[in-house]
């Protein structure tokens, strides 16, 4: 029996974070947020002030970071970086940054290389098709558009990151575009995905709308 992957993707403000960390610590496996890894090289571009356009910088970038994660926490080089990770200068670019082919192909090896030998919960667009195409439990969650802006909202305040709620909109609505429109790692519903509208369910129904699925995929 190989390591057992459950597979988590949907669009930005889907939830999928929280449930798929929940998840994660539910059955005590390794979790791997894919989507950390697009914001790290982000942050990594502007802390260097890498202009978007020099992808051999970009791609350099990413071929020589090292990520490993501490709970939910990215750890980059031994650093742990998790609160840059969503600021307002990485939330702005990293779908811009995620649309470079070559680097999805870089931190997919680092992606795969960090989940093996191990139990994973991975998150994030293409964790179902690209990623993980024999994941042993997929799942698709997904949010009516007005709900997914609203818990990016409360999630930013909770953490005290301020943005207008009109600000929030137009990223989520464009990130969207990107996600969708992406030539190679686009967001798509695998046909063998659980998929789940989260819309008005609270997060313990859906932690327990998974597990139920995963133990029943498990008979
Ligand atoms: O899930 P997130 O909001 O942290 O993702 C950050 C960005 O990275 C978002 O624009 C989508 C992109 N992403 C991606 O292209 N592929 C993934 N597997 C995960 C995230």
Same mark, same amino acid.
């Given at each position: 029996?190989g390591?057992?992957?459950?597979?988590?993707?949907?669009?930005?403000?889907?939830?999928?974070? =929280?449930?798929? #960390?929940?998840i994660?610590?539910? #059955?005590?496996?390794? #979790?791997?947020?894919?989507?950390?890894?697009?914001?790290?090289?982000t942050?990594?571009?502007?802390?260097? !002030?890498?202009?978007?356009?020099? =992808? %051999?910088?970009?791609?350099?970038?990413?071929?020589? $970071?090292?990520?490993?994660?501490?709970?939910n926490?990215?750890?980059?080089?031994?650093i %742990?970086? /998790?609160?840059?990770? +969503?600021?307002?200068?990485?939330?702005?670019?990293?779908?811009q940054?995620?649309?470079?082919?070559?680097?999805?192909?870089?931190?997919? +090896?680092?992606?795969?290389?960090?989940?093996?030998? @191990? %139990?994973i919960v991975?998150?994030?667009?293409?964790?179902?098709t690209?990623?993980?195409?024999?994941?042993?439990?997929?799942?698709?969650? %997904?949010?009516?558009?007005?709900?997914?802006?609203?818990?990016?909202?409360?999630?930013?305040?909770?953490? !005290?990151?301020?943005?207008?709620?009109?600000?929030?909109?137009?990223?989520?609505?464009m990130?969207? +575009?990107?996600?969708?429109? @992406? /030539?190679?790692?686009?967001?798509t519903?695998?046909?063998? $995905?659980? #998929?789940?509208d989260t819309?008005?369910?609270?997060?313990?129904?859906?932690?327990? @709308?998974?597990?139920?699925?995963?133990?029943?995929?498990? @008979?």
């Amino acid at each position: 029996m190989g390591n057992f992957v459950i597979a988590i993707d949907g669009p930005a403000g889907s939830g999928k974070g =929280t449930i798929a #960390y929940e998840i994660a610590r539910h #059955y005590n496996y390794y #979790y791997i947020d894919t989507g950390a890894f697009y914001r790290a090289i982000t942050y990594l571009i502007l802390k260097n !002030d890498i202009s978007l356009t020099d =992808t %051999d910088a970009i791609l350099a970038l990413a071929d020589n $970071a090292h990520f490993s994660f501490k709970g939910n926490h990215l750890i980059l080089d031994g650093i %742990d970086i /998790t609160d840059q990770l +969503r600021s307002k200068e990485v939330e702005k670019i990293v779908s811009q940054v995620s649309c470079i082919k070559e680097l999805r192909l870089i931190l997919n +090896r680092h992606i795969l290389s960090l989940a093996q030998d @191990k %139990d994973i919960v991975a998150d994030g667009r293409d964790t179902t098709t690209v990623i993980f195409p024999n994941a042993n439990v997929k799942i698709y969650l %997904d949010a009516r558009f007005e709900a997914r802006i609203k818990r990016r909202y409360d999630q930013n305040k909770a953490k !005290d990151i301020y943005s207008s709620y009109d600000e929030i909109r137009e990223n989520i609505e464009m990130r969207d +575009r990107r996600d969708q429109m @992406k /030539t190679f790692g686009a967001l798509t519903l695998a046909p063998d $995905a659980h #998929y789940i509208d989260t819309t008005n369910l609270s997060i313990e129904d859906i932690i327990n @709308k998974i597990i139920n699925i995963i133990e029943g995929e498990v @008979k």
